[in-house]
């Protein structure tokens, strides 16, 4: 898969809530990052599989939609507001390198900071 139609099959699962087919678009070795403090937060695919079926598709009106979407060789960048992880939507931007056709880092960005 080409690096925009791997986050658009990640996309598409993810409003979708399957997590079968969210996760084969992910690198076995995936690693997640919280920006600007550069924090591990998901090291592996076993640890995106729990974290996404306790925390996130357990929302049924989990939905996100990109606002802005940029192609950079093998990166995707895109900025999004999540509906359904609570009463507000979430702005962040999300960055996803992709290599040998499966999205091996990413890289979130909040739009506003935890305090």
Same mark, same amino acid.
């Given at each position: 898969?080409?690096?925009? =139609?791997? /986050? =658009?099959?990640? %996309? ?5 809530? +399957?997590? !079968? %087919? ?7 070795? #995936? ?9 591990? @937060?998901? !090291? ?5 599989? =729990? ?6 598709? $357990? *929302?049924?009106?989990? *939905? ?6 940029? #192609?950079?060789? +093998?990166? /995707?960048?895109? *900025? =999004?507001?999540? *509906?359904? %992880?609570?009463?507000?939507? #979430?702005? @962040?931007?999300?960055?996803?390198? $992709?290599? !040998? ?15």
């Amino acid at each position: 898969m080409t690096p925009l =139609e791997c /986050v =658009e099959l990640q %996309l598409a699962a993810y409003n979708e809530r +399957n997590l !079968d %087919l969210f996760l084969t678009a992910f690198a076995e070795t #995936v690693r997640c990052y919280r920006l600007p403090d550069m924090a591990l @937060t998901i !090291d592996g695919k076993a640890a995106m599989s =729990e974290f996404y079926a306790t925390n996130r598709f $357990v *929302h049924e009106g989990l *939905h996100a939609k990109v606002l802005n979407r940029m #192609v950079i060789g +093998n990166k /995707v960048i895109d *900025h =999004e507001l999540i *509906h359904g %992880l609570g009463p507000e939507p #979430v702005e @962040t931007s999300v960055i996803f390198v $992709v290599e !040998d056709g499966l999205i091996a880092q990413v890289f979130f960005l909040p739009a506003k900071s935890a305090n």
